[in-house]
């Protein structure tokens, strides 16, 4: 009697589990957006590598996965960047592309902000399409073509300064913070769904070192 009611009650505790994991993987996943830099290799490095982009992403993701970037100056998207390499590590970016140090610390991202976040997925990108040939602002204070938000391959960006990401609308705030030290400045973007106030925000944030 007992064996029967234990094996009915493990039979409906496995179809709960089943359900729950069934809703969870009905759940659409949502937007992939990082960060993304234009770098070159240190000063002396031969052979010299040069206006390299970076991704830096929160899951992985394979090659000739396209992503656009924002041109914040202009107001707009632009697409592609693509995605050249395997995954890259520290080492990768030291030996490989002659990285300076600051510059790999921008991309593998702190310590203490890698374990409230998870640790980065790095990538060296390709330019293709409009990205090509796109020119950007010559104001002096002006630097998305040195890097920034790096969205969707079709994602948009509305005269209001509204961003498209599929079906979904994203009211973008952006800040730029000065390190404490002045060397350089950490820019964070900040994605809030227009249509559901109570929905988290989607948080980017971009170091720029002074090199």
């Not at 374990?115 to 990538?123: K, S």
């Not at 730029?176 to 820019?187: K, R, Y």
């Amino acid at each position: 009697m007992y064996d029967g009611m234990f094996r009915g009650r493990l039979v409906m505790l496995l179809g709960t589990c089943l359900l729950a994991a069934s809703a969870a993987a009905a759940e659409p996943a949502g937007p992939v957006v990082g960060g993304w830099r234009n770098l070159h290799s240190a000063n002396g490095a031969d052979p010299a590598l040069r206006d390299i982009p970076f991704a830096v992403l929160p899951e992985a993701v394979t090659k000739g996965a396209r992503f656009a970037i924002l041109d914040r100056e202009a107001g707009r998207t632009v697409c592609c960047l693509v995605v050249e390499s395997d995954r890259l590590d520290a080492i990768a970016l030291e030996t490989r592309y002659r990285l300076p140090g600051v510059w790999i610390a921008d991309l593998t991202g702190g310590e203490e902000y890698n374990r409230r976040r998870g640790e980065p997925h790095i990538y060296e990108m390709k330019r293709e399409g409009d990205l090509v040939g796109h020119v950007y602002s010559d104001d002096p204070a002006a630097y998305s073509d040195m890097g920034g938000l790096l969205l969707p391959a079709d994602a948009g960006m509305d005269a209001a300064g509204v961003l498209t990401l599929g079906a979904d609308r994203y009211r973008l705030q952006f800040k730029s913070l000065p390190f404490a030290d002045e060397n350089g400045a950490l820019d964070r973007y900040t994605l809030q769904p227009a249509a559901a106030a109570a929905a988290p925000a989607l948080v980017v944030e971009v170091p720029f070192s002074t090199y």
